[in-house]
């Protein structure tokens, strides 16, 4: 009992906030800590690692990201540029950024330098007029873009093109282009894209791909519906034969079932390839329109409708040309009416003239006495 006393006598004598001090500023000091981490930006919501700014009108993104972010929903405001500034503090654990809907027209330099890990990028639902080669470090992660409705002319075409080529997406496993006015892709411009999985071409206005533009040799999945392909050409093929786990998607495209398709029908009828191969359809000419292109014979495929349709054309002009001379010819004729009017008196007179002579020398060579007459007057 007495060891007992002595021992809360001790701890009675000593100050009780010297005690807890050290305790306290740790307290705080870690409080500091967590709220700096996980403060919220005005307008957003935030929970765990995951930020989300959405449809809030705003013209920027907010600078005050959490700095252990690790998914950043930024989308359905207004934000025209993305810079260098967008992300001025570094965020070393955000993976994935969601960018669509800003109506984004530029993307500058070094805009994603401090976010060295990010894996996934969407800025799809925006319109890209520029688009900076050097947007992404040298050494970046990046495995997934989503460019989706991000281009609404084929002159921005460019803009992919050069960033595409730019030898900066080593690790870009999936690429989605789905929905842009692309129409068609030069040569090797997924050449640089060494890892690329998975490419998404959906509804792309696309009327054909070139020879090697689809040389991409771990390519496996490959979506080309809804284009304006109408038939597959020779070399297409080729690359395709090439890879034979690649698969591919071509329904809602308008082919056209004469005898160019015929080498597109063969391999058609001899691949494993297209996925969607029983819902592709003929829409044109009128008499196989609809037809299963499986379904299709050799012995129906004919080329005099292209050119029936070169000579409707040719008629049809030369129709418009001679209505236009006729046109032509009645509005000479009716400007010059008074002197053809004219013309046409003094012809009218001149033949009078010459009928009344030639009828009066036939009465004189009908008549023996007028012509003696006729004979002495000349003498």
């Not at 959490?66 to 950043?72: C, V, Y």
């Not at 690790?171 to 640089?192: E, Q, R, Y």
């Amino acid at each position: 009992m007495r060891l007992l006393s002595t021992s809360c006598g001790c701890n009675r004598g000593e100050p009780r906030g010297r005690l807890h001090k050290p305790g306290m500023m740790l307290s705080l000091f870690l409080l500091v800590i967590v709220m700096s981490c996980h403060g919220c930006p005005d307008k957003c919501l935030c929970s765990s690692q995951t930020v989300k700014c959405q449809n809030q009108h705003l013209d920027e993104i907010p600078h005050s990201i959490p700095t252990n972010t690790k998914f950043l929903f930024v989308t359905g405001n207004n934000i025209s540029r993305i810079s260098v500034a967008s992300f001025p503090a570094r965020l070393g654990q955000l993976t994935d950024l969601y960018l669509s809907g800003n109506e984004v027209e530029y993307v500058e330099a070094m805009v994603f330098d401090n976010l060295p890990n990010l894996v996934r990028l969407d800025l799809s639902n925006n319109r890209i007029q520029t688009f900076s080669e050097r947007a992404l470090p040298h050494d970046n992660k990046l495995q997934l873009l989503n460019l989706s409705r991000s281009f609404y002319n084929h002159s921005s075409m460019d803009v992919v093109v050069n960033f595409l080529r730019s030898g900066n997406l080593l690790h870009l496993t999936a690429l989605d282009l789905s929905n842009n006015d692309l129409v068609i892709f030069p040569d090797g411009v997924f050449t640089s894209l060494s890892s690329l999985v998975s490419l998404d071409l959906q509804n792309s206005s696309i009327i054909t791909i070139h020879n090697g533009t689809l040389n991409v040799p771990p390519l496996r999945d490959l979506d080309l519906r809804d284009n304006s392909l109408r038939d597959l050409p020779t070399s297409m093929l080729a690359d395709f034969n090439l890879k034979p786990g690649l698969h591919i998607q071509l329904a809602g495209n308008p082919w056209r079932c004469d005898c160019f398709i015929d080498d597109t029908l063969v391999w058609l009828k001899n691949t494993t390839q297209v996925v969607d191969v029983e819902n592709l359809t003929c829409a044109a000419p009128e008499a196989l329109r609809h037809q299963p292109l499986l379904q299709v014979e050799q012995t129906q495929l004919k080329c005099f409708s292209d050119m029936e349709g070169v000579l409707e054309t040719s008629y049809v002009f030369l129709g418009l040309v001679l209505a236009l001379i006729g046109v032509i010819f009645l509005l000479v004729l009716y400007l010059n009416r008074k002197g053809i009017k004219r013309w046409m008196y003094n012809i009218r007179d001149a033949c009078r003239d010459h009928m009344e002579g030639y009828h009066y020398r036939y009465e004189i060579n009908s008549d023996p006495r007028l012509a003696n007459l006729s004979i002495n007057s000349d003498v």
